[in-house]
C-alpha cells in the first residue's frame, strides 16, 4: 500500500480517480492549487485506489494524505 501525501500547502482542485478505480503509471490522481498555479499529482507506478483522504475544496497541508493506493506491480511512487 501507497500513501500519496501533499508536498506543499494547496487546495484540493479537483480529484481525477475514485476508489477501486484501476490507475496506470503517469496517470493524475488530484489537481491541487496554489497561489492560482494547478499542481497534478501523478502516480508513477499502476495499481487500484484504495482510499481518497480529501475532498474537492479541501485546504490541504504538507503531509497531509491525499490518496492511498495498492501497487499492482511493486511499490508505486509519486512524482
Known amino acids: 500500500m501507497h500513501e500519496v501525501r501533499a508536498e506543499m500547502v494547496a487546495s484540493v482542485h479537483s480529484i481525477l480517480v ?15 492549487e496554489s497561489m492560482k498555479m494547478e499542481i497534478p499529482v501523478v502516480v508513477d507506478s499502476p495499481g487500484t ?18 490518496v492511498v493506493v495498492l501497487p499492482s506491480g511493486g511499490p508505486a511512487g509519486v512524482r
Open 49 to 66: 485506489v484504495q482510499e481518497l483522504g480529501v475532498q474537492v475544496g479541501d485546504v490541504v497541508q504538507e503531509g497531509d494524505l491525499l
Open 18 to 32: 475514485e476508489v477501486g478505480q484501476q490507475i496506470a503509471a503517469g496517470e493524475i490522481l488530484i489537481i491541487l
